[in-house]
């Protein structure tokens, strides 16, 4: 038993929908209680789907639960054949029914049904939304796709896409795009929306490109035994990533590695002298193990941060996120609860968060900016605009979404320059920003600027904070407060100082000047 | 207008029901507490549920509350499914955690969800333990808010239940008045009943644990939510009376909820008027205004929150629309009954639900606005049908004079909203 809060994952079976609800021609009929259909609002309000998922819930009741639960999951995958004419459904059970042991799967194959039938299985109490969309994806896969001969052409398919995924629907072009650059077909993009018959020709690709490992590696890893097709493992998310993904599917092909840069903004934007005042950012970055694994890098060689601290919440990528953090010199946390993940960054006090839309909320308490890089995502994250995060249009793209929550070039040395000014002072957010920015003195907590210092004083271990440095601390801006605080801490407790006068504030600062 | 005489053709009170047992979209019980954690300031709701349970209440918000909620999910796994015997440690421990860091929290639910039935956790025999290990600081009673019990704001309805068995006895003569509704809402309620002279108002719930309300032969109750026929019969159980009139929703409900009231009460006519007169007429005027883009428009709704009746009546009867179906997820005469008595004739009445089925008769109807949950919204929209989710009916003020503008302008938004957007391209 484990106290949640907040999740950043739902059940194994919300995977499933978020395959069924991507794909065409395919149902789910999913054993279920009525509440559970509450997962139709995810895919309808925060995707804006035009559509309802696809998904048959038999909604059984407790008075069902002494007489024939089977007999509703059975009538229930008739009507859904009937009405919706599948050319195949996926049959499961969610956390209640999977107590009631109606097997699902053994009921619907004993239907006589005309269309495949894929039993999922779905375990509730220990796997969780990732685990049950790979495993969805791979059943599928594994059913229905038919050996052929490969295309005269040299072509690929596109792994993992999924409705509810971050930006999987652009990310999709930008890497049609990407590919025809390559002279690469592409046979099929799956599950999104893929129909049954277009899995069934998945074997006729020469390779497969792994898109999101988190949804796409078992169904990756069974076509390269099963189909001898091999797939990429280089995710293109950043500038570095996508050269080296050219590079690899070059090496495949045997294509030449013919890049084309003409798109590519992101360094020259990053070289430009106004972005010299991202260099040595703190950032923490959280979210799922495959987007965190492409923002270290990003952030340290393509925008010229620091990274204090990576982590994921999917246990599946725990170890290749350790592996990236010992490379970085930094702890990973490696965790599904939010509290610690808060805890953390408020122990590391990063100038930003890239994170998942709870980091979001975690920096609006802390009054640190936030870009959102990751699943779990809201409505706001599903942008009108093409917005991909792969290949070189989508490096562009995360230039600005991690630039936009920072206070720009040369407004942060105004804001140094004028920081007792009453109208011009940093609480009043970046400029461009308008309502939305962080705003440390009407955080959700309620807590006043003033506050929010004071019990973080006295707090780390024997240093004290003498008035006039506490006062002085506060008249630096909030978006590089907490790194002068910790830097002066640490400078004083390597010096032996018991207390920090306002001089041991700017003896730290000229020692860490660079 | 406003004579509250039943329609010429006969209301809908005995109007043949349409009861359908088919697939359900609505969210079960544990919903309720989204509303319930911010009325009861001292209270904490422990769902003892799956990652389902915790995902539902994170998804069901629509927005994450994040002023640290009072709410929480203990989130079965696979260990404690194994024994019994674990899962009341467990239990234990996790009630103990929490209670130590939030020593504001003098109520704690136990809040039962499908995962926790199904394998049988007795979460009576788990509060009455634990409320002895943390009394008197802490009162620890259990519902259910699981699927397979409970649909949506049935919640509320199983969580005031368990609160009517440990209210104290009385025999003083007092109003009690049941149901969640927001602060603002509460005061204006309260005090227009003070005005007429009608005192000893008890509510439920309380803000907080130390107002507790104590019951007997003669108190008398209002319900303010037409979901709870439960709470109903618990309060009848323990003697009171029930005051039956239709909700206090528009200017017409509330008028008759507080004139039931002030009969029981023997307050005079004069002096209701009084009390009532400058209120009516502001709720009039702000619904004639607000009620412009409903006239002669269709309304369907879909069942949801158990408010489709009595908002049905305010619709057709103050807002002059056209009710086609009216579902709800449950009808209790008792409860319902008044404001069936005063809907006309005419719209279908359904039980239940079967989604498919329900879909394709809202689909042949085609009504000027569906209302509906938010899984079927955007759906319908992109099939060209106007819709308003049924859950802001649920989290907004709409009860009493000064909010039945507010409730008018819910459902004239979308239609409005639909008038004003100019998007299609040229022919
Ligand atoms: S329907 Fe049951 S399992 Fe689903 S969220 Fe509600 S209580 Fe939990
Ligand atoms: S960011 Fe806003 S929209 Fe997203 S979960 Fe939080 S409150 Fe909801």
């Known amino acids: 038993m484990k106290l949640t809060v907040w999740t950043y994952e739902g059940p194994p079976h919300v995977g499933a929908m978020r395959v069924a609800t991507a794909m065409k021609d395919l149902h789910f009929v999913l054993h279920a209680p009525q509440g559970d259909t509450y997962a139709d609002l995810l895919f309808t309000m925060i995707e804006r789907r035009d559509h309802r998922p696809p998904v048959t819930y038999t909604t059984f009741q407790a008075r069902d639960l002494g007489s024939d639960t089977a007999g509703l999951f059975k009538a229930s995958c008739m009507d859904a054949v009937e009405r919706f004419e599948p050319k195949a459904i996926i049959v499961g059970s969610s956390c209640t029914a999977e107590l009631i042991q109606d097997d699902p799967a053994g009921l619907a194959e004993t239907m006589g049904l005309t269309i495949p039938v894929i039993p999922l299985e779905l375990p509730s109490y220990s796997r969780k939304e990732n685990f049950g969309a790979d495993e969805t994806f791979y059943q599928i896969v594994r059913h229905l796709a038919q050996p052929q001969d490969r295309t005269a052409q040299i072509s690929c398919n596109i792994l993992g896409p999924t409705a509810l995924g971050f930006r999987n629907r652009d990310d999709v072009v930008e890497m049609k795009t990407l590919l025809a650059e390559m002279g690469v077909a592409v046979n099929v993009v799956a599950p999104l929306n893929a129909t049954p018959d277009d899995v069934a020709r998945m074997p006729a690709a020469h390779f497969n490109v792994l898109l999101y490992p988190e949804t ?299 | 207008m406003n004579d509250l005489s039943p329609p010429q053709g006969g209301g809908c009170r005995n109007a043949p029901v349409l009861k359908e047992r088919g697939q359900r979209e609505v969210f079960c019980g544990l919903t309720g507490i989204i509303w319930l954690h911010r009325k009861m300031q001292d209270a904490f709701f422990l769902v003892v549920g799956s990652r389902t349970c915790a995902h539902l209440l994170q998804s069901a918000a629509g927005v994450m509350i994040f002023a640290e909620p009072r709410f929480g999910t203990a989130i079965l796994e696979e260990t404690d499914l194994a024994g019994m015997a674990d899962a009341h440690k467990e239990l234990d421990r996790e009630v103990a955690r929490l209670l130590a860091r939030r020593p504001d929290i003098r109520q704690l639910f136990l809040v039962g969800s499908c995962p926790s039935e199904v394998i049988k956790i007795d979460l009576a025999r788990a509060a009455e333990r634990l409320t002895q290990i943390h009394a008197p600081h802490v009162r620890v009673l259990n519902y259910s808010g699981s699927g397979i019990e409970t649909t949506f704001t049935q919640g509320e309805d199983a969580c005031l239940a368990s609160m009517v068995p440990v209210l104290k006895d009385t025999q003083a003569r007092e109003l009690m008045l049941v149901g969640a509704l927001p602060d603002v809402v509460e005061d204006q309620m309260v005090s227009l009943l003070s005005a007429m002279g009608v005192d000893n108002i008890r509510l439920l719930p309380a803000r907080r644990i130390d107002d507790t309300t104590a019951i007997g032969p003669n108190t008398v109750f209002a319900l303010t939510q037409p979901f709870l026929g439960d709470t109903h019969a618990e309060l009848v159980r323990r003697g009171a009376r029930h005051i039956a009139a239709p909700f206090p929703l528009g200017e017409e409900g509330t008028t008759a909820w507080l004139a039931a009231i002030a009969q029981e009460f023997g307050v005079s006519k004069e002096t209701f008027d009084t009390v009532t007169a400058a209120p009516r007429a502001r709720a009039r005027k702000a619904i004639a205004q607000a009620s412009e883009a409903l006239q002669g428009k269709s309304i369907f709704f879909f069942p949801d929150s158990q408010l489709e009746i009595p908002l049905a009546r305010f619709l057709t009867r103050e807002c002059g629309m056209t009710a086609l179906e009216v579902g709800s997820p449950y009808i209790h005469d008792a409860v319902h009954g008044p404001d069936l008595d005063l809907l006309a004739a005419g719209p279908q009445i359904s039980e239940g639900q079967d989604v498919d089925l329900q879909l394709d008769r809202a689909r042949a109807a085609r009504a000027d606005l569906t209302v509906c949950g938010l899984g079927l919204a955007n759906p319908l929209e992109a099939e060209g049908l106007t819709t308003k989710w049924a859950i802001e009916l649920v989290f907004t003020p709409i009860h009493f004079y000064e909010q039945a503008g507010d409730l008018a302008s819910l459902f004239a938004r979308p239609i409005r909203r639909k008038a004003a957007l100019r998007l299609e391209a040229a022919e």
């Not at chain 1, 890893?221 to 690899?248: C, M, S, Y």
């Not at chain 1, 990063?350 to 975690?362: A, D, F, K, S």
């Not at chain 1, 699943?375 to 942008?383: F, G, L, M, R, S």
């Not at chain 1, 407790?493 to 504030?505: C, P, V």
Request: glycine share 8%; charged share 25%; aromatic share 8%.
């Open chain 1, 216 to 514: 796409g590696e078992a169904a990756a890893r069974w076509l390269e035994k099963n189909h001898d097709q091999p797939f990429t493992k280089v995710v293109p998310i950043g500038v570095g990533a996508t050269r080296d993904f050219i590079a690899e599917v070059a090496a495949i092909t045997g294509l030449p590695c013919a890049l084309d840069e003409s798109r590519l903004r992101l360094p020259w934007w990053s070289k430009s002298v106004d972005s010299t005042y991202l260099t040595g950012k703190r950032v923490f970055i959280f979210g799922d193990g495959t987007h965190v694994a492409a923002h270290a890098r990003i952030a340290r060689d393509e925008m010229g941060f620091e990274v204090v601290g990576i982590g994921c919440y999917n246990r599946e990528m725990a170890r290749p996120v350790r592996a990236l953090a010992k490379e970085y010199g930094v702890e990973a946390l490696i965790s599904d609860d939010y509290l610690e993940v808060e805890e953390t960054i408020e122990a590391l006090a990063p100038e930003m968060i890239l994170g998942t839309q709870m980091e979001r909320h975690i920096g609006k308490r802390l009054g640190i900016p936030c870009a959102v890089i990751s699943a779990p995502v809201h409505v706001q994250d599903y942008p009108a605009r093409f917005s991909p995060q792969v290949g070189f249009e989508g490096a562009n793209v995360i230039f600005d979404t991690l630039v936009h929550p920072l206070v720009m070039g040369l407004e942060e040395h105004l804001l140094t320059m004028f920081r007792d000014d009453f109208e011009f002072h940093d609480a009043a957010g970046p400029s461009h920003h308008g309502g939305h920015s962080p705003l440390p003195t009407e955080d959700v907590s309620g807590g006043s600027l003033e506050d929010q210092i004071k019990p973080e004083l006295p707090q780390d271990g024997n240093v004290i904070w003498l008035m006039d440095a506490e006062k002085e601390l506060k008249k630096i801006p909030f978006f590089v407060r907490g790194k002068a605080k910790r830097n002066t801490e640490t400078y004083a407790q390597e010096k032996g100082l018991g207390e920090i006068s306002l001089d041991t504030l700017y003896e730290a600062k000229a020692h860490y000047a660079r």
